[in-house]
């Protein structure tokens, strides 16, 4: 069965330097894949060559079509989207007006109201500040904004750089309640995040990336469970790990 997004042996450069070293993924559709790993280890340059933001190597299929020639552009409107780690929103913009520009392929769609009226319904305080600058938001609202503005494109896959990066633990929770239901309501998700230990609870499949290549990938739930990424990647000692597998004895 074809994967919804399928990369091949990818490799991106800066100048001279390789700093994603010939990593394959696929994501299959209705599923939710992350990435997981250390600062510098080359999640962001990954997601962004998918997306086509930057020069890569090798293949990558969405759909069954290769992406190589496609501009980033082109890759919205087929339904795959990437919400930044910096978000960029448009700080001196409404919160309505950035939300409308997500959907800037359609704009003749005649279901741009009811789009925009669901992404208010899954993001009420975005509805409250409708009229509000952008740049006037707190960080949490400033991501339900990114994520709401990437919805407006109906993305097929949903791509996320780092989503809890900065925010409040409450905020946290609410936002990967909210990637939770978009996969119910069959967004495929890339989820690059460094909480493993939250990535790695909703995630059906995962891959590691170290130094910008992937040292190991399975399903989620027995990457959470393998010693090296306990140790590595949730802080956990062995025996720590052991007692929170089996209290009491």
Known sequence: MAALLDARSIHVFYGKVEAVHGVSLRVESGTIVTVIGANGAGKTTLLNALMGLLPARGDIFYDETNLR??????RVARGLSLVSERRELFGTMTVADNLVLGAFHRRRDADLAADLAAVYKRFPR??????????TLSGGERQMLALGRALMSRPRLLMLDEPSLGLAPLI???IFRIIRELKHAGVSILLVEQNARAALQIADY??????????????????????RVAQTYLGLSRSRRESELHPGV
């Open 69 to 74: 020639d496609i501009e980033p552009e082109a």
């Open 126 to 135: 975005l509805k409250d500040r409708e009229s509000q600058m952008a740049a």
């Open 172 to 174: 946290v929770q609410e």
């Open 206 to 227: 995962a891959y590691v990336l170290e130094t910008g290549a992937v040292t190991l990938e399975g399903p989620a739930s027995e990457l959470a469970e393998d010693p």
